[in-house]
């Protein structure tokens, strides 16, 4: 079974940092891309970052550029989020997603929470 | 960055009845365009790529169309598992992609 199961979430303040992971199984991890998308009742889906097949091209959307940084390990099928200097309006819940373009494998997410 | 809009924000209709979705790009972004459905409490379902090839398990019923700025998700017959909210996605612009706001399909 394909599957994305995401971790590491959880509350910070403000200022602070997390390390989110992603754990894939039941497809071959390197010869994919990868993406971080969020969602939050208000602002609905934000795609974060994403990272292709190698590692070799990362991109990040304005809100998070220069904060966050997206890696993958191919030898433990995992895909990371590391995010410093959290802000409030980081608060979501953050999935771990197949692809870096569109996403056709989602995982339930790992909830963040910023707050003082 | 493009502002990706939908409508309507909710949809009410009656099983079997035909459901149209619109979504609309505030440039260009070719057919690279996707969509999604979201039911409560679970991730996103990638149903439609390229502006109209349906993801692997996706039936029939769900198709796609449109180019440039105007794209429609149309579901022919609604099922009762369809309802649900339904994104589009743009990802001509690397890194810049965006979703739109929903659209909620109810029931009538």
């Known amino acids: 079974e394909v599957q994305l199961v995401e971790s590491g979430g959880g509350v910070v303040r403000p200022g602070g940092s997390l390390r989110l992971s992603c754990a894939a199984s039941?497809?071959?991890?390197?010869?994919?891309?990868m993406s971080w998308v969020r969602q939050t009742p208000g602002k609905g889906l934000e795609w974060v970052s994403g990272?292709?097949?190698?590692?070799?091209?990362?991109g990040y959307a304005d809100s998070v550029k220069g904060r966050f940084t997206i890696s993958r390990d191919s030898a433990k099928n995992s895909l990371y989020l590391q995010m410093n200097s959290l802000r409030v309006e980081d608060t979501a819940l953050y999935h771990c997603?197949?692809?870096?373009?569109?996403?056709?494998?989602w995982g339930k997410g790992t909830t963040v929470t910023v707050s003082s | 960055e493009i502002v990706m809009t939908q409508s309507p924000a909710t949809l009410s209709v009656s099983p079997g009845e035909r459901a149209t979705l619109s979504c609309r790009a505030s440039?260009?972004?070719?057919?690279?365009l996707a969509w999604y459905q979201q039911k409560p409490g679970q991730a996103p379902r990638l149903l439609i790529y390229?502006?109209?090839t349906r993801a692997t398990g996706i039936p029939a019923r769900f198709s796609g169309s449109g180019s440039e700025t105007e794209f429609t998700l149309t579901i022919s017959s609604l099922q009762s598992e369809d309802f649900a909210v339904y994104y589009c996605q743009q990802y001509n612009n690397w890194p810049l992609f965006t979703f739109g706001p929903g659209t909620k399909v109810d029931i009538k």
């Open positions: 990272i292709n097949w190698n590692g070799g091209s990362t």
């Open positions: 390229g502006a109209s």
């Open positions: 997603a197949r692809g870096d373009y569109y996403m056709d494998v």
């Open positions: 039941g497809f071959t991890f390197a010869d994919n891309g």
């Open positions: 440039q260009s972004v070719s057919r690279d």
